[in-house]
């Protein structure tokens, strides 16, 4: 039997796995994921304010009178802690089935919450658009069209059309002059309000 791998060979063996199985072709499609997603997020923040955000990152979050609330089970080893002012960090991931608090007294509060747009992780691809569609735009300009039915970046898009991200900002400047489409900046993180409370959970 051979002897169980030291610590710092489990790194080693992790930063390797990443280089050669994650970086290359999964990193790219899931950081587009993750970015189309906080566009989603903004613009739903912007157009129908924060009681819309927090009720579609899970059913148990609620937001009121400038109160976040999570309906979840306590246990004794929970504390009250303060986080007036140290606003509040909106982190989407691939590994978590629900909405998951953080919270602690020396950093902004922060909640982790399944990333949208998981299911087109399976690999390259794009949806067959209707013909009347493609007869009046193009077939390239179609696919666009029937894959932006969610956000994505201009990154993911290309790769699972598999042309390059030249070729898609081309014929997405031409969508966005006939107003077919619109594009967003993507934001480093999730911006939302400021907490002027604390932020309160309950059972």
Request: aromatic letters at 6%; charged letters at 15%; proline letters at 10%.
């Amino acid at each position: 039997m051979q002897a169980p791998p030291q610590g710092g060979d489990n790194a080693t063996g992790a930063g390797e796995y990443w280089e050669v199985c994650l970086a290359p072709t999964w990193w790219p499609q899931a950081r587009a994921v993750l970015e189309a997603d906080l566009v989603y997020r903004a613009r739903l923040l912007s157009r129908h304010g924060a009681t819309a955000l927090f009720a579609d990152l899970d059913h148990r979050l609620r937001w009121e009178d400038g109160v976040l609330s999570i309906n979840r089970h306590w246990t004794d080893g929970d504390v009250e802690t303060p986080v007036d002012g140290r606003g509040l960090v909106l982190c989407p991931t691939f590994f978590v089935r629900g909405a998951i608090t953080m919270i602690s007294s020396d950093r902004a509060p922060q909640i982790s919450y399944p990333a949208r747009g998981q299911a087109g992780m399976g690999g390259r691809g794009a949806p067959v658009p209707a013909q009347a569609v493609k007869a009046l735009v193009g077939a390239p300009k179609a696919r666009l069209l029937a894959m932006l039915a969610e956000p994505a970046s201009t990154t993911d898009l290309a790769y699972r059309l598999g042309v390059t991200p030249g070729a898609v900002s081309q014929h997405l400047s031409v969508l966005a002059a006939t107003g077919l489409v619109t594009s967003s900046p993507t934001p480093p993180r999730p911006t939302p309000p400021p907490l002027n409370s604390q932020v309160v959970q309950t059972c």
